[in-house]
């Protein structure tokens, strides 16, 4: 229901369409989809995630995007003091979201470490993201989350963006 998703982007203080694109993403808007790996629902929430906000596999569409508003709140609230531009920070979230944030944090201090801007996505930390498939940077000193197959990650990012671009 495109009311609950306003309603939702509303209180995170996004816009409906990158919210919906996020949906759109995760989901394809099917209410009750579950991952091989466990994800849930609209907004493909991971079991913990679910627990941490209080709802099962029977939740409402409401109930999943407030648990999913909640996360990308807290996600957003964990990197506003890292990437202070509100607008670039979109991408660090869409990213946690998807790898989780100690891959990020991962990226940022890869990015640093290797003279790139570790508070701007593009060019910078989404080359880290992207390239932490391989072992000289997932085995990097400065890393603390270990491997992950960032392309993923990637796509995921800009597929959301480029959508929501274009809506």
């Known amino acids: 229901d495109l009311d609950l998703i306003k309603k939702e982007a509303k209180k995170i203080g996004w816009d409906w369409r990158l919210l919906a694109s996020l949906i ?17 629902g609209l907004m493909q929430l991971m079991p913990v995630v679910m627990q941490k906000y209080k709802i099962g596999y029977d939740a409402t569409p409401e109930k999943q995007l407030a648990a999913g508003g909640k996360l990308l709140t807290s996600l957003d609230k964990r990197l506003e003091n890292k990437v202070t531009d509100s607008i670039e920070r979109v991408k660090f ?17 890869l990015a640093q470490k290797y003279g790139k801007y570790p508070d701007v996505w593009d060019n910078n930390v989404d080359y880290f993201i992207l390239n932490k498939s391989k072992k000289q940077y997932y085995n990097d000193t400065c890393c603390k989350a270990g491997y992950l197959r960032g392309t993923q990650t990637y796509r995921f990012v800009e597929e959301i963006l480029d959508r929501y671009y274009q809506i």
């Open 24 to 40: 759109y993403q995760e989901s394809r808007f099917k209410l009750d989809l579950e991952s091989p790996k466990g994800a849930f």
């Open 93 to 109: 979230v869409l990213a946690a979201y998807n790898a989780g944030l100690g891959h990020v944090y991962d990226a940022q201090r």
